[in-house]
């Protein structure tokens, strides 16, 4: 299990955060990485999955 310590500036940039979809959105990828899922993952060329 991954610890996540945030700073008290960090908490107070999430908590004023207008839109409520981002702030969930974090808060959700933060409890997924502190569960080893850090769910870093990066996009493939389409190419690359078609063969000759």
């Given at each position: ?6 700073l ?12 409520r ?15 080893g899922?850090a ?5 493939v ?5 078609l063969?000759?």
């Amino acid at each position: 299990m991954i610890t996540v310590k945030t700073l008290p500036e960090f908490d107070a940039w999430l908590d004023a955060l207008k839109d409520r979809t981002t702030r969930l959105r974090l808060s959700r990828r933060l409890d997924k990485a502190q569960c080893g899922n850090a769910d870093i993952t990066k996009a493939v060329n389409r190419s690359a999955l078609l063969e000759d």
